[in-house]
């Protein structure tokens, strides 16, 4: 790979050239937003980190996530955290049965003037939840929005996995690498591989998910009775989770209870659901 700098902390895609990081590298390094030779590099979010799409004549499509931490915090964020250690969190996700973005490359980049960590994955097509919520979905696919939802929770559950930040902009509705619609989980970087959740903890994280997505499902589906929505999600949950749905249930009222204290109309939302016994 001819580069003018160093990689260290890296890992790649077998299947990846390295002729093509090599030039994706040259051209994070010259300008945000460049088109040469067939290939194009845009320049899509400046916030926490610069995230960059890239496409060529030979049909790549990549996500491209720059870090470049300032502050004490972000700098042992990236030292604990490096790219290296996202490419590796992604593959445990998608063994997991998580869909998420294939990791294509990650790696440390030390030149003469800074030094960045660059984690780049496949794009997936798709809109987000954040997206999906201003627009109105049939009621077959926003119960297979629940489900999915179920299922990629249940996953994450499951395989020890905890999301701190469980937005509607972090889920991308559309189809994934396997060719299937489904829900795709992003930020990897917020995605913490623990091995085992204690209770209160799973408790709390399912209580925030259910805030921020169950209960604006139904308005994104209309006059689709809430209930069927949550039941749809809590039996994907329970099964991809490997429990029995009355284990699953019982977890549930738990999480609406604590939701009430929080959104005292959420118990009349919730307060018929889930019948345990009912498995359809």
Known sequence: MNIDGTIDRAKFCTEINTDIISCIIGALLSSSNIEHNGWTLELIKSSKSYVY??????????IIKLYSPTGLKERIKSFLR?????????????????????????FRLTTNERAVGIYIM?????IT???????????????HIA????????????????????IRGNFLYGVNHRGHHSLTVLDIDN????????????????KKMSRIHLLGLPKLIGTTPPRLI???????YAKAYGVPVKIASREWIEVISMLAKQKPDVYT?????PIANDNK
């Open 82 to 106: 490096p790219p290296k250690y996202l490419f590796a969190t992604a593959e445990k996700l998608i063994a997991a049965g998580v869909s998420t973005p294939k990791p294509i490359a990650a």
């Open 53 to 62: 799409r890239w496409r060529d004549h030979s049909g790549h499509d990549f």
């Open 191 to 206: 995605i913490y591989f623990i091995g085992w959740l204690p209770k209160p903890v799973r408790l709390h994280r399912l």
């Open 269 to 273: 939302i919730l307060s018929n659901f």
């Open 147 to 166: 489900a999915e939802m179920g299922r990629a929770w249940g996953n994450l559950v499951r395989s020890g996995f905890l999301h701190m930040d469980p």
């Open 129 to 143: 939840v954040k997206d999906l919520a201003k627009t109105s979905v049939c009621l077959n696919t926003g119960l």
């Open 122 to 126: 496949e794009r997936e097509e798709g």
């Open 230 to 236: 949550f039941k749809r999600f809590l039996h994907a």
